[in-house]
């Protein structure tokens, strides 16, 4: 390299002296001052030490009102001279416990170490088993020193996420959790229902919906108790409902409602807005162009966030701690591993063999196309934290809309995703090209696409970045309790009739388990019988 051409690119004055003098004693003199006067350069950072001071720390799991399965808050290595860390000053650099303010007063807590988002900044995950009268304290520490705030007092009680102890004020509740006043997606999904005809409901659900497909599982909320009959064979996923709806009643006083959600793959009422007869609130956890389906946050990631810490490993918080190497230490390549569950990822297969430098995608399990099995192989499964190793996500279809988006857009990597009528209930918050790169449903236009983001690695990574942003923003917890909730109000409000306990149905009890127990300190509302 030309000297020319190493001015050219350290830009700093030093470097172009540097680079353009002879052994003058002069020059080396003037040099000598510029060194001294060359001010601190703007993107510092990671040279910088982290400040206890003036780091950051955020989130709902400093308030003692916000009731999780898992609380969490954030973390951000801010440096001493107040520039945000981008890159990882350490992964144990912030150390945190969490115990009960009172001495008197004892409470298991599982605190693991903040997750490392390898960006700066922490996420810090806690499950409580057992509730607090007093309150808890969180000290947040940084070698033996405090950071920003800290120690944070959650002053009492704080419940236990078992602990049966609603909010009667939905609103004060949805306050607390600054649940966002309209969500895009729920005023679309109630618009072609003005009202809701409960006694036409029952008349027509079980004929239209249940008899051929046997997945609906039927509620009715009253008096913020749970009762469901099960309409059809194939509704095991009711636990899924049961668990979420369950969580919600002992958080906040539920409306009295009654529903019917379709615990199957597809969504079911294909109806338009303006037939005759016109078409049901059906209530799914996958949306489609072609249905009217009214849809919540999808079980995988409701159940995920429940289970957070305890069941599962690939959960939308955990998920954030493990995104692989950084930007420039990724396979340049896409990437994609799954099932056979739609015909495009046997086009993926195909595409990898043809450009295997810039695509590795695999099949994991035959299923619906054995027959490909000889043809394309099988490839290993593989850890999901591992997909993160490559800078390109490829995200097609499985049966319906691929659950793993969600859990793709947290990473840092760039989602590829492919054009579908499916859709889960934060889709409509992201725009294609800003926080992800659409693809057409065919693909002919992938190769074509990791391509570009090859050549454009700036602009690929600052898609990623946006995609993960808004991500971290939408997906989290305690947004899916205000979402369902959300939904809940507007069916409620459009009834015209008052709900009831239907022949057949059965009550769905709160879990007993030890940790349950706890002194509910709030006002229960006596209200009238019906
Ligand atoms: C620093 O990080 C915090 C937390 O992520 C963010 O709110 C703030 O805007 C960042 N500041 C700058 C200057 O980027
Ligand atoms: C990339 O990986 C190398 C080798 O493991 C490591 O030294 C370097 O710090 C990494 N770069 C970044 C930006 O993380
Ligand atoms: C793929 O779909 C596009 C429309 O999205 C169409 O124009 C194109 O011809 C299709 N390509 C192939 C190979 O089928």
Redesign the pocket.
Known sequence: MSPAAAAGRGSSPVAWLMAHTLSCPLVWGLIMLLWIMEPPRADAGNADTVSAERS?V?GPGLHAGIELPVRYF?I?A?SSRG??FTSSPGAKIFKVTIKALSSNEYIRIHVPDPLDRND??YVMRYRMYGSVTEGLIIEVLHGDKHVAQSPYILKGPVYHEYCDCPEEDSHIWQQTLSCPSKETQISKDFAPFPIIDLERMLEEVPRRFAEKRGAIVHYTILNNNVYRRSLGKYTDFKMFSDEILLSLSRKVRLPDFEFYINVGDWPVEHRKANDTPGPLPMISWCGSVDSLDIILPTYDVTHSSLETLRGVTNDLLSIQGHTGPSWSNKTEQAFFRGRDSREERLQLVEMSQKYPDLLDAGITGYFFFREQEKLLGKAQLMGFFDFFKYKYQVNVDGTVAAYRFPYLMLGDSLVLKQASPYYEHFYSALKPGKHYIPIKRNLSDLIEKIQWAKENDEKARKIAKEGQALARELLQPHRFYCYYYNVFQNYAKRQTSRPAIREKMEHVPQPTDSSAVCQCHRNKIVREEL
Do not use: D, R
């Open positions: 950051m955020w954030y951000q801010v520039h945000n700066g900044s």
